[in-house]
């Protein structure tokens, strides 16, 4: 053993500071991995010159394995394998740390392993069909060598951290007080400690520790039907409709943005003021409020399901449950009422079974719609299209029963590119050209510009004030009440961090006597609602049964 030391620090005092050197940068990569933080708003990073509470865990880790171990280990001498180990290791939470920074800053909620693990594949899937196979196969790769390349630099810097920088310090008592204070610190950190905020980083470990648990509660804990909140009382009469047909839309990515944005609301007022203007000229009134959405910058499955039933599904998996239950929901309730059910989803294009727990009489998807024109963006049929096509494969006729009708927009889904052109023509909507052959081929060659989406949000909310606005100067085939509100907030990077998750919420009807309900519940007259939600998604859902509700 004592042959080995001397080795050890012959070669230190060949190369005193090119030793030390790459020890210090040895370090700094191991640290600056783990202290790493968004780059607003891309989905890059920059580098945190905070200390990372695991990078900390780890060297205290190495230091007290070799010190147990020198008398017959030495760091020189460790294996390939387990250099290899650590730096996979240390890898995970790298990648770790990159989603746990990411996905706040660019959707505004904590990533969801559970949740987000069978979301993100389709939406990929979605995102793939606009490119030829060899731009997929070159992300592919290149993703694939982003990775390699990652782990090759953490074993260099494992194997130099190992090698150089542990024996110097086991030998050294300023590098060891050093390392004592560095510890203390980071379980301070651990611990809530807001002195240390400004110099240890958040630590990645209790992601971790959060996601194993909702695992284990989904996976390994039963259906969990016990947990779920009770359902509201599923028993109003529905007379205030008087017979009227009722239509409940979803814009997609329909935020308090819109509203809280001075730059924005002064962009999209005036589609909002046209579209008052039109209902007031069918005979129709407005009144407006906000709630709070279940879900932020995506998961829209998770406020249709929190309206729609009743039940508050913040925590995706209280979704998940509530699909395998016979627990009530509107489109239910409107059927017991005698209305058809129809749900119109422009954006599925695959078998959807969990429809079946919503209990639509029709389903209406992409393939029913058959949209033959132009592929404009990611998400292909305008919502436009939808709803003309809608009308034409679903007419009214002179005994049809009153319908309920739940559509769930697509258009103004991230990445909000490129925004369709509104068709005033509604029967030219539904032919082979649509739109203007040049604005289509601008459309078509134009780039998703990723790193500044607010441009495209905008032109794809005032998109849609367009088309809703020119839907309801159609003709009326019957008298309807319609429910227009957002799913949730689009992501982050249009929002800016720290946005609150309320949603708004219209009324548009020509029953003054619906209309009070809704005012009396906290509604306000017109487009623009009081700022303060009056109540949360599934909260809705009771004060909307309530305002249909009709004594005898």
Not at 373 to 378: F, I, S
Not at 415 to 426: C, L, T
């Amino acid at each position: 053993m004592r042959h080995i030391v001397t080795a050890e620090s012959q070669d230190r005092a060949r190369n005193p500071y090119l030793n030390a050197l790459f020890a210090v940068l040895a370090l700094g990569v191991l640290n600056s991995a783990l202290s790493m933080t968004n780059w607003w708003p891309t989905p890059f990073v920059r580098f945190d010159a905070r200390i990372a509470p695991e990078f900390v865990y780890l060297w205290c880790g190495l230091l007290a394995w070799f010190a147990v171990r020198r008398q017959t280990l030495s760091p020189s001498l460790v294996s390939s394998r387990f250099l290899g180990g650590l730096a996979v290791l240390y890898a995970v939470l790298v990648v770790g740390r990159y989603f746990d920074t990411t996905a706040p800053a660019l959707f505004g909620r904590a990533i969801n392993l559970y949740w987000d693990g069978l979301q993100i594949p389709r939406l990929l899937w979605v995102l793939m069909q606009k490119y030829p196979l060899w731009v997929v196969v070159a992300v592919i790769a290149a993703t694939v060598a982003l990775l390699a390349v990652l782990f090759l630099v953490l074993r260099w810097a494992m194997t130099v951290t190992v090698k150089k920088a542990v024996p110097y310090t086991l030998q050294s008592k300023w590098a060891l007080a050093l390392t004592g204070f560095l510890l203390l610190s980071s379980l301070a950190n651990l611990a809530g400690a807001q002195l240390t905020w400004p110099y240890i980083s958040r630590p990645v470990i209790p992601t971790y520790w959060a996601q194993g648990k909702i695992f284990w509660h989904a996976l390994l804990e039963g259906s969990g039907q016990s947990n779920l909140p009770a359902s509201p009382a599923f028993d109003s009469n529905l007379r205030q409709l008087a017979g009227s047909d009722f239509k409940l839309f979803f814009f997609e990515s329909y935020g308090a943005i819109v509203f809280d944005n001075d730059a924005m609301q002064q962009q999209i007022a005036p589609l909002q003021k046209a579209l008052e203007t039109q209902a007031l000229a069918r005979g129709q009134t407005i009144v407006s409020a906000f709630v709070t959405s279940t879900t932020f910058g995506g998961g829209t499955d998770l406020a249709h399901m929190a309206l729609l039933s009743g039940v508050d599904t913040r925590d995706p998996i209280l979704h998940d449950v509530l699909l395998t239950t016979q627990r009530p929901t509107l489109v239910k309730h409107f059927k017991s009422k005698g209305y058809e059910t129809f749900g119109l989803y422009p954006a599925l294009s695959w078998d959807w079974p969990e429809g079946d727990f919503f209990g639509f009489d029709k389903l209406v998807d992409a393939r029913a719609l058959n949209y033959e024109g132009p592929q404009l963006g990611y998400w292909k049929i305008p919502d436009q299209f939808a709803l003309a096509k809608f009308r034409q494969l679903q007419p009214i006729g002179q005994g049809s029963p009153p319908r309920f009708l739940f559509f769930s927009s697509i258009s103004s889904h991230l990445p909000f590119h490129p925004v369709p052109p509104y068709q005033p023509d509604w029967a030219k909507v539904l032919t082979l050209a649509p739109f203007d052959n040049q604005e289509v081929a601008r459309l078509q060659a134009s780039s998703t510009p990723w790193l500044d989406m607010q441009p495209g949000y905008v032109g794809m909310i005032k998109y849609n004030f367009e088309w809703l606005a020119g839907y309801l100067a159609m003709p009326k085939e019957r008298e309807y009440v319609m429910l227009v509100l957002g799913d949730h907030q689009p992501t982050s990077n249009v929002t800016g961090e720290g946005a609150s998750w309320d949603v708004p919420v219209h009324v548009i009807a020509s029953n003054p006597a619906l209309i009070e309900r809704f005012l009396a519940a906290g509604f306000s007259p017109g487009m623009l609602p009081q700022r303060k939600a009056i109540a949360s998604l599934s909260g809705l859902t009771t004060i909307l049964l309530n305002a249909l509700h009709k004594d005898q």
